[in-house]
């Protein structure tokens, strides 16, 4: 089938200039759409044009390219393109809004808001109180909105590029406004002719890049110690039972052996055997004030004293000294346990040597004697250890003045504090406790020197400066031993009340201040424990909202003018080859959405390239 085709007249031509004649004969169907031009502007024509007989002189030509005498006749564009019955253009603000472009916004603008909402309630939570980690959910927000971006790019290019058509614009303007949006390159080297369009693709394309990392990094994880309550099931004796420590013997009427309890406790003492039992029901680390059987500690004001040379090859003077010994008061003068029970004590002594500028000697005595004390606690994975800092003693609650120890009607009894005197003093054979010293200075008769006597392990590991090759006494300084000696029995004394609460016959409840203490009981812990939890850096939410608002922001600009289309339109290869005046899409209407196209022209096979006829 044969098309008409125009081409400018002739200069001679008497008609007007710029109209074009018709080329081939204009036999033929003429119901399509064409694209007229009309001077130097193009001009779509979506259709047929209106009913009323315009009128255009052109001059036929014959199919084979000569002109017939220039031969010119009126032709009704009417009658070549008969009207066709279809939809009408219909404009207006309400009608075919771009819904796809407008919603794909508000669900961008929608996302950024949820993210920081996520980004504001999950700031200082739990890691484990979320199911989703908040990471995932800004994940998946951070692809809506990107995906978003897009399809809401493309509607715009859409409204663009025909409000664009409606307004008129040279051939290879149409194909710009098409490559800026479909092409970043071709946005990013537009130049002088850059468009509202490839500012919006440059803009969305930088929010795909950057908004993903920067509001991925807005969430992180951090970790902090949370302390909670948590009760524990303590099994600590609140007081020690009689005799429990040592036995005396003989005519000095002095402790000399262990019992089997405290020779268990010290020797797990000695070589620091941890603590796995007592209290129960921590999960991790807990920390925790128990109260129990210890020591009140009173001690006097110290004396300080001088000394002076005596005597060749004799004792001149103690230089470091310490020692417990056990007290029980007795009418007879003795510390002995008396027929009807005992009042038992210790009695701490210490001094030590500081020979600086002058001879100096430091005494200090102590009372240690029975009480409830509340010592502060550590328990790790089930391990207990005493946090008791060195020097200071634990908080008394009750003293416990009265020792339960049974009478005695001979020279041997067991006493409930004399183990201590084992370990703190020297027995009537010459033997020393690891905690006793009693070092001299002596003179040596043959130089004149000064020589120390009694050293031992315990006065070394006091000694300021144990390098003593100088024969001067200012050389000889000792430290203060009694806080080291206090924490060792502090220690001591609570395994001790751990061994006791296991007693086949446990000590019974006691109720001082009127309140019952019995030795298995609840004691309130703290639960501490690392956790992980969620840190929302804010300034990372901010440059991703910056990215994402400049992109909606270039968007919006391409939507305008929707309220000019008088029917809703695609950028489909159909939808524009019918605007064009593609002769395949001529019988349908011009009005027609593209799923008409598609349904008018589906049986139609086309095939681009040459063919053999």
């Known amino acids: 089938m044969d098309f008409p085709r125009c081409k400018p007249l002739p200069a001679s031509s008497s008609l007007r200039r710029d109209t074009y004649q018709l080329v081939s004969s204009p036999s033929h169907d003429q119901s399509r759409s064409s694209l007229w031009m009309q001077g130097a502007t193009q001009h779509l024509s979506s259709g047929p044009p209106s009913y009323e007989y315009t009128r255009r002189r052109c001059t036929t030509v014959e199919d084979s390219g000569q002109e017939s005498n220039h031969e010119t006749h009126e ?74 971006l897009s399809f809401s790019l493309a509607s715009g290019l859409n409204v663009s590029w025909w409000r664009k058509m409606l307004e008129g614009a040279p051939l290879d303007e149409t194909h710009r406004y098409w490559d800026h949006c479909n092409s970043i390159w071709a946005a990013m080297t537009a130049g002088r002719r850059s468009s509202i369009l490839s500012i919006a693709k440059l803009l969305v394309t930088l929010a795909a890049i950057a908004e993903g990392p920067l509001i991925q990094q807005a969430s992180t994880i951090s970790t902090r110690k949370i302390s909670k309550p948590l009760p524990l099931q303590a099994a600590f004796a609140i007081d020690l039972p009689p005799g429990y420590t040592a036995y005396l013997a003989g005519m000095g009427q002095t402790p000399t052996t262990p019992s089997i309890a405290f020779s268990g406790v010290f020797s797990n003492y000695t070589n620091r055997v941890s603590i796995t039992h007592g209290f129960d029901g921590c999960p991790g680390v807990c920390t925790a004030n128990a109260s129990g059987v210890g020591f009140k500690v009173s001690c006097a004001p ?67 004697s029975l009480a409830m004390v509340s010592y502060p606690l550590q328990i790790v994975n089930n391990t207990v250890s005493l946090t008791l800092p060195n020097g200071t003693n634990p908080e008394v609650l009750y003293d416990l003045p009265i020792v339960n120890t049974g009478p005695v009607f001979s020279l041997s009894g067991a006493t409930t504090l004399g183990g201590f005197s084992l370990i703190g003093n020297v027995n009537h054979l010459g033997t020393e406790g690891p905690f006793y010293a009693n070092v001299s200075l002596v003179t040596d008769g043959m130089d004149y020197g000064l020589k120390l006597y009694g050293l031992n392990s315990f006065t070394w590991s006091h000694a300021v400066n144990p390098d003593w090759d100088d024969p001067g006494f200012w050389e000889y300084v000792w430290r203060d031993p009694i806080p080291d000696i206090l924490t060792a029995y502090h220690e001591i004394m609570f395994r001790l009340g751990l061994s006791a609460a296991t007693e086949a016959i446990p000590v019974g409840p006691i109720v001082p201040g009127g309140k019952t203490y019995t030795s298995v009981r609840s004691v309130l812990a703290t639960y501490v424990f690392n956790e992980n939890y969620y840190v929302s850096r804010f300034r990372y939410l901010g440059g991703a909202m910056a990215v994402i608002m400049l992109a909606i922001l270039s968007v919006m600009p391409t939507l305008r003018g929707w309220w000019n289309l008088g029917r809703a339109t695609t950028l489909s290869p159909l939808e524009t080859a019918k605007a064009f005046g593609a002769p395949l899409l001529a019988k349908c209407n011009s009005n027609d959405t593209v799923e008409n196209l598609v349904d008018n022209v589906k049986h139609q096979i086309v095939k681009y390239g040459a063919t053999i006829g």
């Open 302 to 368: 110290d004396t300080n004293t001088t000394w002076g040379s005596k005597a060749f090859g004799q004792i001149i003077e103690p230089q470091f000294t310490a020692n417990t010994t056990w007290r029980v008061p007795a009418s007879d003068g003795y510390d002995s346990i008396a027929a009807n029970g005992s009042y038992e004590y210790l009695t701490l002594s210490a001094g030590w040597a500081i020979n600086t500028i002058s001879p100096l000697f430091i005494n200090r005595v102590c009372i240690l």
């Open 75 to 148: 032709s009704s564009i009417a009658h070549l393109y008969p009207p066709l019955h279809g939809k009408l253009w219909r404009t207006g603000y309400l009608r075919n809004i771009p819904w796809l472009g407008v919603g794909s916004l508000m669900l961008v603008l929608s996302s950024t808001i949820a993210s920081a909402i996520l980004l504001v309630v999950s700031n200082g939570d739990a890691v484990s109180s979320w199911r989703v980690a908040p990471s995932v959910v800004l994940a998946i927000l951070s692809a809506i909105s990107t995906a978003c």
